[in-house]
C-alpha cells in the first residue's frame, strides 16, 4: 500500500511535523531508528519558540528567567537578564515527547533507517535497511546531512556550515549554576554552559573551517568556567550555519518533496539554534501539503521566518567585527537596559529587525545608566 506522506527523520522538525498533520486528518509515516536519543546540542529553547509552539507547553520545564553571564572575547563578563522565560532540556526527552504526540494524534513510526530512494512514475520508493515503501510525499527532516537534501538538490555547502564539540557533565553545585556564553577570540563563534534538568551541556561551536581549534577552545573554557564539573560524555556535531544570503535562494521543496529543518538549513545565523525553525518550517510543511499546494511551503517559509534568517546573517557578519562586539558587551556590563537588548539577541526574543530602533528608543537610558 502507498504511503501519503514519508517522513525521513524523527526529531523535532519531522516528529512536529507529523502532529501538524495528524492534526489536518493526514496520517504520515515516520522513518527513523534512532530518535529519540540524547543528540550533541545545548537544548536551549528561546522564548519565542515556547511562546510560538502550544506542543512544548506540555513538556514540563522550569523558567530559566535568571541572569546569564556574557563574556567578550576579551575576557569582559557581563550579567545580563531579559523579559521572557527560556529554558534548557536533555533533547533526548524533549524529542521523546514531540515523537509520542506525534504517533499518539495518529502518525506511524517505522523505526528503520532509509538508505536510499528514488523517484518512480508519481511516486517515491525508499529502501530501508529492512525493506522497500511507496510514498506519495517525500519529506527530508534527516538533519544537517540529509540523505533527502543531497540526492535532490545537494548537501549543504561547506562554506555554511558550522562544527561543534561539547561534553554532557554534572555539577556538584548544580542549582546554583548560571547559563554562560563566552564568545570566541581571534576566531567567529562561542562556548556555552548550559544548566539542563538533569545535566550540564558545555560546548564549543565555529564555521567549518576553524574546527581544528575546537578542542584547545573547549579546553580553555572548561577550566575557567567547568572545572568543577565531571564529565559524563563528549560529542562533536556538524550543523548549518547561513553566511550569506545567497544560501537562502536554494530551493527546499517541489511538486511532491519538501525540507525541513536543519536538512533545509534553517538556523539562527548568528547563534547556530535550530529548533524554532525546525518546528515553525514543519507548521507550514503541514500547512502546504494539506492544501494541496507543497510548493506553496517555499514561499510561506520565506515570508513567515525568512527575514529572521537574513537579518541573523547580517548581524552574525556585524558581530565577527570583535571590535564591535567587545564594545556590546562592555556596555551590556554598564547599562542593565543594553544588556537587556544582547540576552534579547542571544536568546531570540529580539526581533534583528528591530534592534537598532530600539537601542535608539531606550538611547536616553542607556546614557543615563552608563553615566
Not at 517555499?298 to 567587545?326: D, P, V
Request: net charge neutral; charged share 25%; glycine share 10%.
Amino acid at each position: 500500500m502507498k504511503i501519503p506522506i514519508a517522513i525521513v527523520g524523527g526529531g523535532p522538525a519531522g516528529a512536529h511535523l507529523g502532529y501538524c498533520l495528524a492534526s489536518e486528518g493526514i496520517k504520515a509515516t515516520i522513518f527513523d531508528d534512532s530518535h529519540p536519543r540524547e543528540k550533541p546540542c545545548g537544548g536551549g529553547i528561546s522564548a519565542l519558540a515556547l511562546k510560538k509552539f502550544t506542543l512544548l507547553h506540555g513538556l514540563h520545564y522550569d523558567d530559566n528567567d535568571d541572569w546569564l553571564k556574557l563574556v567578550s572575547p576579551g575576557g569582559k563578563e557581563a550579567l545580563v537578564t531579559g523579559d521572557e522565560e527560556t529554558s534548557a532540556f536533555s533533547r533526548k526527552r524533549m524529542d521523546m515527547f514531540i515523537l509520542h504526540k506525534a504517533i499518539d494524534a495518529g502518525s506511524n513510526l517505522v523505526e528503520e533507517r532509509v538508505v536510499d530512494f528514488e523517484r518512480s512514475g508519481d511516486s517515491w520508493k525508499i529502501k530501508t535497511n529492512k525493506k522497500t515503501y511507496e510514498a506519495e510525499v517525500l519529506v527530508g527532516a534527516d538533519g544537517v546531512n540529509s540523505l533527502v537534501r543531497r540526492k535532490l538538490i545537494g548537501p549543504i555547502p561547506k562554506e555554511h556550515l558550522g562544527v561543534c564539540l561539547g561534553v554532557f557533565a554534572k555539577s556538584p553545585r548544580h542549582a546554583e549554576e548560571m547559563t554562560t556564553i563566552q564568545f570566541l577570540k581571534g576566531m567567529e563563534g562561542y562556548a556555552w554552559f548550559f544548566p539542563r534538568e538533569e545535566d550540564i551541556s558545555i560546548g564549543v561551536g565555529t564555521v567549518l573551517e576553524n574546527g581544528k581549534h575546537l578542542k584547545a577552545e573547549l579546553d580553555k573554557f572548561m577550566k575557567k568556567y567547568a572545572s568543577h564539573t565531571k564529565v559524563l560524555s563528549t560529542w562533536a556535531a556538524m550543523l548549518p550555519m547561513p553566511k550569506d544570503e545567497g544560501f537562502l535562494q536554494l530551493p527546499t521543496s517541489g511538486e511532491d518533496w519538501l525540507l525541513i529543518g536543519d536538512a533545509a538549513g534553517h538556523v539562527d545565523p548568528m547563534m547556530g539554534a535550530g529548533i524554532t525553525y525546525a518546528m515553525w518550517g514543519a507548521e507550514l510543511a503541514a500547512k502546504a501539503i494539506a492544501s494541496g499546494d507543497i510548493a506553496s511551503y517555499e514561499r510561506m517559509w520565506r515570508e513567515e521566518y525568512g527575514h529572521y534568517i537574513r537579518e541573523g546573517i547580517k548581524m552574525r557578519n556585524l558581530l565577527s567585527h570583535k571590535t564591535i562586539l567587545e564594545i556590546f558587551i562592555r556596555l551590556s556590563a554598564r547599562s542593565r537596559t543594553f544588556g537587556n537588548v544582547m540576552c534579547g539577541l542571544v536568546d531570540s526574543e529580539q526581533d534583528y529587525r528591530t534592534v537598532w530602533k530600539v537601542i535608539l528608543k531606550s538611547a536616553p537610558r542607556i546614557l543615563y545608566e552608563l553615566i
